[in-house]
């Protein structure tokens, strides 16, 4: 065999490397993988993890490990909440939870949120919007010196609540499979797209999200703040926070005003925790439901194409990352109008000082995850407050970066609009879901007036 020479090993090194980079070029503007195979769990452990999700936990529960429900909680089982069209549905407006965020000030310096629960396994640990305005109060303004001058300082309110309606968990092991990659490909496409219109001189297109980097630098993607990476972290944080049940990864919700509550031993040990998971994790994603009418056909499949017409499909991307039928970009998008009067934002967050900074991968007031719409015939009220009892209502509360798909589907003639709602009302919850039988009903609000809870 004749051996190459020096120049002839230098050429071939120099492929290899050209070679090695082109395919990492390739590599990093590629989707990724796409999701190929159905999440699976056996019968034994989806058995026992629907028995732990409709489970009516009580305290001192004999199934838990530590001290069972509480001592502050939401709801009594997973189910509860989560029940519209079939175990693991979304839920209405009375299940909705009441969460609140501390801008930093002046007086308190680091960010602050969390929830207000609404039921508690005592009475001293009940918690209201009373007991969190009276730790954060108004920060009074009134005549100051600055700089020798006299000036008036408004009032500052560092508090703001929002209340916040039930997601729906149907196909969340599929959404947990999609690439981190594919969710960042999509949004450089998107950008790229916003470029080459701008060069066209076509400046009403939709602003492109934002991707959530959580500290670790994994992408959000679950939760309405996209405030969740992974489905074990957003089941481990409902147990934790709306069961007031403790897990390996997460523990129970200590009270408010309360940082010395003695930690417990967690009340669901990693077998049980990692069966709610493949329960979860397993549940049907939905499917598209239409009519054997042609005439029905015809209308869907209309409202269909204007839905990608009115900019609605920038956000709510139907197919990501091998994932069909999704609708969604998992990406944070602002989509409320700015309400004059509310905060330095004018978003209902006050300017925090000079001195403080907000930490990066803190979203803001209006900033929301794109919700997957499939299943949203059967999911109704919608928005994130479930402030919109329609689709059709949904729609025309989209405001903010949102506006110019708003104002496109304001000016359909009226045959097209109810063709495009009936295209969303083709979006069912999963024909082979579990049903629930009843649905348990949680008692009225002690949070005051902020909600039906």
Not at 53 to 76: C, I, K, M
Not at 168 to 176: E, N, P, V
Request: glycine share 10%; hydrophobic share 35%.
């Amino acid at each position: 065999m004749r051996r190459r020479t020096l120049e002839e090993q230098r050429r071939l090194f120099g492929f290899g490397i050209l070679g090695v980079v082109s395919l990492g070029l390739v590599w990093h503007f590629s989707p990724g993988l796409p999701v190929m195979f159905a999440p699976w769990a056996s019968a034994s452990t989806r058995k026992a993890g629907l028995e732990l999700f409709t489970r009516e936990w009580q305290p001192n529960d004999p199934l838990a490990h530590g001290d069972g429900l509480g001592p502050v909680y939401n709801a009594s089982s997973c189910v509860a909440c989560h029940h519209q069209g079939g175990v693991g549905g979304g839920g209405g407006n009375q299940f909705n939870v009441i969460n609140f965020a501390v801008t930093p000030n002046e007086r308190d310096r680091e960010m602050v949120s969390g929830t207000i629960h609404s039921q508690a396994v005592s009475k001293d640990f009940q918690e209201s919007f009373d007991l969190v305005r009276k730790k954060y109060p108004i920060i009074k303004g009134g005549q100051r010196i600055v700089d020798h001058c006299s000036v008036v300082v408004a009032d500052v309110d560092p508090l703001a609540t929002e209340s916040i309606q039930t997601t729906a968990l149907w196909g969340s092991g599929w959404i947990d499979r999609i690439s981190e990659k594919a969710i960042l490909q999509n949004r450089r496409q998107n950008l790229l797209s916003g470029i080459f219109d701008e060069l066209r001189a076509k400046f009403n297109e939709l602003p492109v999200g934002r991707v959530r980097r959580l500290p670790g630098g994994k992408v959000g993607r679950f939760g309405w703040k996209a405030q969740f990476a992974t489905l074990e972290e957003f089941v481990a944080a409902a147990c934790g926070n709306e069961l007031g049940l403790g897990t390996p990864y997460s523990r129970q919700a200590p009270p408010l005003g309360k940082p010395d509550y003695p930690e417990v031993k967690p009340d669901l040990d990693r077998k049980q925790f990692r069966q709610l998971v493949a329960f979860v994790e397993t549940l049907p994603r939905p499917i598209e439901v239409i009519s054997d009418s042609s005439e029905e056909r015809d209308r869907v499949e209309q409202g269909r194409v204007l839905f990608q017409q009115v900019g609605c499909a920038i956000c709510h991307v139907p197919d990501l990352g091998g994932v069909k039928g999704i609708y969604s970009d998992l990406l944070l998008h602002r989509i409320t109008d700015p309400t004059p009067g509310r905060g330095g934002s004018g978003y209902g967050r006050p300017t925090p000082p000079p001195d403080i900074s907000i930490p990066d991968d803190e979203p803001l007031p209006d900033e929301w995850r794109t919700p997957p719409l499939w299943g949203v015939a059967d999911s109704a009220p919608y928005m994130h407050d479930g402030g919109a009892p329609t689709l059709e209502g949904a729609i025309l509360r989209h405001g903010g970066a949102a506006k110019p798909s708003r104002d496109a589907y304001r000016q359909l003639s009226h045959p097209q609009r109810q063709a495009m709602l009936a295209f969303l009302g083709s979006l069912k919850a999963p024909p082979d879901a579990i049903p629930v039988a009843v649905a348990e009903e949680r008692p009225p609000s002690r949070s005051g007036s902020l909600a039906t809870r």
